[in-house]
């Protein structure tokens, strides 16, 4: 099934590794078969992976752009996976690890990609939460 792919002004996206920039105009491209493709709003960069979510995304896009080193990819995202379940008890953050270690099990790194971004807003919320007993002051310290 073709993928089609509308692209804004200057937007960068990635296939197969390689970075591309659309021209000064909307374009649309049709996708004829398989390929990695991550638009500039879903590439994150290394220094952007400054949470544990993050850096197990980063690992999972890793894999999903750069097939040709993916065992130290996949021993980081093991590894980051790992420590973010030890350290939630969440049901449905828990569920959906597991189904994003499924997905990357199986190959489908894009698939992890997406569920990979729910992680994302369960841990801000987690970490932007400020007891009431605590000064707002004192939690910005």
Excluded at 13 to 25: K, S
Excluded at 92 to 114: N, P, R
């Amino acid at each position: 099934m073709p993928l089609k792919l509308s692209l804004k002004p200057h937007e960068k996206f990635v296939v197969n590794g390689v970075v591309l920039t659309n021209g000064d105009r909307r374009a649309s491209l049709v996708v004829e078969n398989k390929a990695a493709i991550l638009r500039e709003k879903d590439i994150l960069h290394q220094d952007e992976a400054n949470t544990p979510s993050k850096r197990i995304y980063f690992a999972i896009m890793m894999m999903y752009l750069g097939p040709e080193d993916s065992t130290a990819h996949y021993n980081e995202f093991a590894l980051r996976m790992t420590e973010f379940m030890n350290a939630v008890t969440n049901h449905e953050a828990l569920s959906t690890c597991v189904a994003i270690s499924k997905d990357v099990m199986s190959g489908q790194y894009y698939k992890a990609l997406i569920k990979c971004r729910k992680l994302f807003d369960f841990e801000q919320t987690r970490l932007s939460y400020v007891p009431s007993s605590v000064p707002a002051d004192a939690a910005n310290r």
